[in-house]
Structure formats: C-alpha cells, structure tokens
C-alpha cells in the first residue's frame, strides 16, 4: 500500500493522540515513502541508515507536527535536513581520506563526473521517471523488480522509461 497524504496526516494524528497501531502503520508507510525519495539520491549501502535516521527524528518531533496542516511536506523537511546532514558527514570523512590515499586514476575522475551530470540531468524528471530510469537502465534491474520496488505496475515503469528518457534527450539536445 503506499499511503496518500491524507492517509499519512490521519495516521499522524492518531498517533499523537497514543494509538500505537497507527504509529506503527506510520512508521512503516513514511519508511516506504522515504525509501523512495532517498533511493536516487544517495548511495544504496547508505539508504536504510538513513531511512532510519529520519523515522528516528520524526519520532522525536512527532509533537511539533500540527494535525491540520499536510504530512509530507513535514515530513519531506525533516527527510532534506537529514539527507544535508548525510552529505555533510560524508564530505567530512571524504575530506579525511583524501589526506591518506593517492590520486585517483584518470578515469575514475570521468566516471564521477559522468555520474553527478547524470543526477544533475535526473532532477529535471518527476521522481516516478526518475526511479524507474535508475532501476533498469543504471541498476539494471528487471521491469518485473523495478516495478516491486517502486510500487508501479510493469505498463507504469516501460512508460516511465520512455518519457523520462525522451525528456532527458531533448534536454540534451536543448543544451547543445
């Protein structure tokens, strides 16, 4: 099941009030949620640490949440303020490593820089073609695995392909 946001607002609202199911379906539909949207923004050894991060700090935050205004963007704040986090971390570590290691091969330089133009390139698309892009033609899953992972139906996922990828070539060829 993926949640809507009223589903997620009416889940929250019941478990502020203590029913511990709908936290519970809570916490597993924001996990869902928050799969997706990391899922092509950072690495996939990094993902569940930092799903589990943010279902840490919504759990700490869940009082500041007002019932009357939209769950996800709420949730979307937290999930940013994490992932920048993330990234700091990360740079800081990565900052440290270079110290220690030798220079990086020449292609290994053209292989980073093909992969931020690729996310660069990627953030024009909505995230359903996004996600379906980056599961079978990047992480060369099948339609039938991209479509259990993403939650879309095969036709979904070969027409997310075809649009994202026509979309991606004309804002090739508009920048050449």
């Not at 029913?19 to 950072?42: F, P």
């Not at 500041?64 to 920048?84: C, E, G, K, M």
């Not at 990565?94 to 220690?100: F, G, L, Y």
């Not at 379906?132 to 996922?157: D, H, N, T, Y």
Request: charged letters at 30%; one cysteine or more; hydrophobic letters at 40%.
């Amino acid at each position: 099941m993926i949640a809507d946001e009223q589903t997620l607002s009416r889940l929250m609202a019941a478990s502020q009030r203590g029913d511990k199911r709908a936290y519970s379906v809570l916490l597993d539909e924001a996990g869902k949620w928050l799969t997706r949207y990391y899922r092509r923004r950072i690495a996939p050894d990094q993902l569940d640490d930092l799903v589990q991060d943010v279902l840490v700090s919504l759990h700490r935050k869940r009082a500041s949440y007002d019932p009357t205004r939209p769950f996800l963007p709420w949730l979307a704040a937290i999930a940013r303020y994490r992932w920048v986090d993330h990234l700091r971390r990360a740079y800081r570590n990565q900052e440290q490593a270079i110290d220690t290691e030798e220079p990086s091969e020449p292609g290994d330089q053209d292989a980073v820089l093909a992969r931020i133009s690729l996310e660069r390139l990627m953030e024009n698309l909505p995230p359903a073609q996004a996600d379906a892009i980056e599961l079978v033609k990047i992480e060369g899953c099948s339609i039938r695995e991209a479509s259990e992972r993403s939650g879309q139906s095969e036709s979904l996922v070969k027409v997310n392909i075809h649009r994202g990828l026509k979309k991606l070539a004309a804002l090739i060829e508009k920048a050449e």
